[in-house]
T-cell receptor
């Protein structure tokens, strides 16, 4: 099955600086890579996702890059703000629409924005 | 749109009893729903995939006789934790995929289960 590794486990950055979180996956069949932000006791919130047919996607301060050859993808947050502090999870799945494509999550990154 | 609800939001039960958790897609039809478990300060782990009208598919290491899943309609899946023990205490989260939609999974708010 799929295995997703995520680094770092904790990331502390100064407000206004950029943050980068990296993930690698093992299953070459994986083709959908979402990123989630989760606050304590709450549901995961999708912040951005990317499919395997593109190498980069951007949404305002958030961007994701995908390298299929190396099987890794990264989350980039620019101009970080205090409200960006949370736990971030990457995930991967070999989506087929056939109903057997649950997400495999990384272990999470606790992002701390220092004022 | 794309709202998923769970009930209850939290439950406390005694060891040996059973607990049922409901997951509903409120404004879309979901042929597939997923159940995840999250222990404190850990990641989400997929427990099982629930397809409407068919038996659930369980991940390796998840006991199907302990975690009973029923997906009787396109908007409702239930997870029953049977003979619960303290080690089953966790945050249970469901997600659903829109029948006519795309890759995204919509997550419920989660159910905090505490077994005493």
């Amino acid at each position: 099955g799929e295995n997703v590794e995520q680094h770092p486990s904790t990331l502390s950055v100064q407000e206004g600086d950029s943050a980068v979180i990296k993930c690698t996956y093992s299953d070459s069949a994986s083709n959908y890579f979402p990123w989630y932000k989760q606050e304590l006791g709450k549901r995961p919130q999708l912040i951005i996702d990317i499919r395997s047919n593109v190498g980069e996607k951007k949404d305002q301060r958030i961007a994701v890059t995908l390298n299929k050859t190396a099987k890794h993808f990264s989350l980039h947050i620019t101009e970080t703000q205090p409200e960006d502090s949370a736990v971030y999870f990457c995930a991967a799945t070999p989506y087929s629409g056939g109903g057997a494509d649950g997400l495999t999550f990384g272990k999470g990154t606790h992002l701390i924005i220092q004022p | 749109g794309a709202v998923v609800s769970q009930h209850p939001s939290w439950v406390i039960c005694k060891s040996g009893t059973s607990v049922k958790i409901e997951c509903r897609s409120l404004d879309f039809q979901a042929t597939t729903m997923f159940w995840y478990r999250q222990f404190p300060k850990q990641s989400l782990m997929l427990m099982a995939t629930s397809n409407e009208g068919s038996k659930a598919t369980y991940e390796q290491g998840v006991e199907k006789d302990k975690f009973l899943i029923n997906h009787a309609s396109l908007t409702l899946s239930t997870l029953t934790v049977t003979s619960a023990h303290p080690e089953d205490s966790s945050f249970y989260i469901c997600s659903a995929r829109d029948r006519g939609g795309n890759y995204e999974q919509y997550f419920g708010p989660g159910t905090r289960l505490t077994v005493t």
